[in-house]
């Protein structure tokens, strides 16, 4: 329960930041991901199966928030979700450096994902510029992601599985 | 599962299914007193990135400099209009003055939440001032583009940069055209409709103004820009537009309460 309480604060915090500070602060006019960044990081604590569950959660949260095409995010969030969990079950002894970078590498590719499913159900406009949005947004969620992470670990310390990144 | 539930989702908000609309919106009106309330918090952090990204305290005395000039701009290609109105004599009810339409006017924001919402921005007056979506934002200088979400106290403008975004609009006195936002820029390439043959391929309508025509979106003889250039290729001509606005540095915009003629 006091698991549950707290990962909810985690993911109620980290999305806040995301639609309120995170829409001022950004570099060259690009944001972090921070909701694609929180599914996987969490994924890597409740295992394959439940993180899509809570990938498709968060993403379809920032749906909501965002006025995007409502499901594309969680959409993206909880498939980027599963080969995370995956990764983290079968890699377990990996270096923290390891699945840090593999975190890097899943925003990037749910960001491109998330364009191109845009523009394949019309919505050809999100790829505009996505070179550069990829590129910042990556580095910025990789920036995030030891912070992100520590709230995380923070949330299941008390009873949830815990690795490092 | 979750997948397939994600993409009907996908499917049924693509098709404008209404109850997946009003969650939406719900959500946004929920979340608006928390943005509000955190946009104040964190102003300190955000005007500190705002100098780190070049949008220091000089730049912002440059914008008000900027907009001022944008007045005097748009003042004189709205005199031009009129002036050309007159010529054409329209009459009185013909002369569509947009201060006759009931206005509000709003602040811009441009930090929408999230990196794909290209050409849109944000403003601070929403369906409790009596906002509908669809309703055309203009500044002093001309036209700027519409709403295209409309929450209780904030809506989402769509600037005339969007690709999505069309204009009926007048060149000069003479043709009538369908203008579209560019990529992402500042001009708007228009493609000859219903007159196509009768518009002149040399540069003759180089500086030309340009003003809406009316229709369901916008009211007549709004200021767009003026014409940059013409680009005939094959049986087909594109004008470039320059906008009168600049989209990049909004304050304050108006919302016309423009109710599309019947």
Known sequence: MVTRFRV???????????????AGVRIDGVAPELPLLLSVLISMHVGAERSIVIGFAIGFAYDLAL?????LWALV???AAYPFGVASAHLDRTSGTGLWLLSGLLSAGGIIGFAVAGAMVGRTDLLRGLGHVVAIATVFNLLLSPIVSRGIRWAFASGGRLRTV | MLVLTAITFLTLDLRGFGPLTSLQQGARDVLSPVRT???????????RFDSFNGNDELKRDNEALRKELEDLKGQALRDEAD???YRKLRGELGLLDDLAIPSVIGRVSYNVPGNFAPNTVEIDRGSSSGLKPNQPVITQAGLVGHLVHVDRDRSTVRLLSHPDSNVAVYI?????MLARGGNGTFLIDAVPSLEADRIPRDNSLQGELVTTAGGPLYPKDIVVGRVATVIPSGEQVTVRIELSVDLSALDFVTVLLYEPPS
């Open chain 1, 67 to 71: 006025g995007t095409p409502l499901g």
């Open chain 2, 172 to 176: 000069g006195e003479q043709y009538q």
């Open chain 2, 37 to 47: 309330r955190a946009d104040s918090i964190f102003s300190p952090i955000t005007d």
């Open chain 1, 8 to 22: 909810l604060s985690v993911v109620l915090i980290v999305f806040l930041l995301q639609i309120t500070l995170f």
């Open chain 2, 83 to 85: 002036a050309a109105n």
């Open chain 1, 77 to 79: 969030c909880c498939l």
